[in-house]
C-alpha cells in the first residue's frame, strides 16, 4: 500500500485504506456487547489515587 503525504509531509492513507478500516470497526462493533462497556467521564482532571480498579474480565 503506498501513502500519500500532505503539503506537511504527513502521510495520508488512501480511501481503500480508510474504507477497510471502518469496515473492521464496523465488524468489531456488531460483536461487542453494549452491557460490557462503561463510559469514562474525560471531563475533570483526575489523579492516580481517583482511577477505578481494573475491570475484571469473565472467563
Known amino acids: 500500500m ?3 503525504t500532505s503539503g506537511g509531509g504527513k502521510p495520508r492513507h488512501a480511501d481503500e485504506e480508510i474504507e477497510a ?3 473492521r470497526f464496523e465488524k468489531w462493533a456488531d460483536e461487542v456487547d453494549p452491557t460490557m462497556l462503561r463510559v469514562i467521564d474525560m471531563t475533570k482532571q483526575r489523579t492516580a489515587h ?3 480498579p481494573p475491570a475484571e474480565t469473565p472467563e
Open 2 to 4: 503506498r501513502h500519500m
Open 21 to 23: 478500516a471502518a469496515e
Open 50 to 52: 481517583d482511577q477505578d
